[in-house]
Antibody
Framework: QVQLKESGPGLVQPSQTLSLTCTVS????????VHWVRQPPGKGLEWVGA???????DYNSALKSRLSISRDTSKSQVFLKMNSLQTEDTAIYFC??????WGQGVMVTVSS | VLVTQTPSSLPVSLGDQASISCKSS???????????LAWFLQKPGQLPQSLIH???NRFSGVPDRFSGSGSVSDFTLKISRVEPEDLGVYYC?????????FGAGTKLELK
């Protein structure tokens, strides 16, 4: 059974770094890509970036300078790190296979 | 790539047919000949659920009242007879050009 579950802090201070973990089960990271998508409160969906089965990454160009996606295949985990957070980064962050399976999402609030 | 979804709001009665348009500023046909356009439904307070991928292919478990069509840069999602569980916000997604981009969403709601 395919599952994805996000974890991380609910509150981050402005200018600090966000670290999120996506723990997956039911599929292999070496055979499937994992994406991050975010949704500000009351707004639409924004693709953040992806890590592909071979380990390469692609990022939303608007976030690229602040963003890093990596993984630990032995633990079936994907990591998102975003620095220099601002209030506009407040959103639900989803990890997802994109086409198919989604995690429940984790709400991240950027506030002092 | 800009993805323009219309209408932004679609009031319907149960049993009606509903149609949502998604237009992209570029062709969504990959070099391999496959067109990468997907549809999602997000019900209030829930995560997005995948409905259709590659223009017209329904995910397992998606009722056949949902159908996707279109080509190149002009796509449509049709719901043949709207049921209560179909209400929510629909998004299209192009996943051929980086960065991948979603439409702004269409809220399907009762009249």
């Amino acid at each position: 059974q395919v599952q994805l579950k996000e974890s991380g802090p609910g509150l981050v201070q402005p200018s600090q770094t966000l670290s999120l973990t996506c723990t997956v089960s039911g599929f292999s990271l070496t055979s499937n890509s994992v994406h991050w998508v975010r949704q500000p409160p009351g707004k639409g969906l924004e693709w953040v970036g992806a890590i592909w089965s071979g380990g390469s990454t692609d990022y939303n160009s608007a976030l690229k300078s602040r963003l890093s996606i990596s993984r630990d295949t032995s633990k079936s985990q994907v990591f998102l790190k975003m620095n220099s957070l601002q209030t506009e980064d407040t959103a639900i962050y989803f990890c997802t296979r994109l086409i198919g399976y989604w995690g429940q999402g984790v709400m991240v609030t950027v506030s002092s | 790539v800009l993805v323009t979804q219309t209408p932004s709001s679609l009031p319907v009665s149960l049993g009606d047919q509903a149609s949502i348009s998604c237009k992209s500023s570029k062709s969504l046909v990959h070099n391999n000949g496959i067109t990468y356009l997907a549809w999602f439904l997000q019900k209030p307070g829930q995560l997005p659920q995948s409905l259709i991928h590659t223009v017209s292919n329904r995910f397992s478990g998606v009722p056949d009242r949902f159908s996707g069509s279109g080509s190149v840069s002009d796509f449509t999602l049709k719901i043949s007879r709207v049921e209560p569980e179909d209400l929510g916000v629909y998004y299209c997604l192009q996943y051929v050009h980086y960065p991948y981009t979603f439409g702004a969403g269409t809220k399907l709601e009762l009249k």
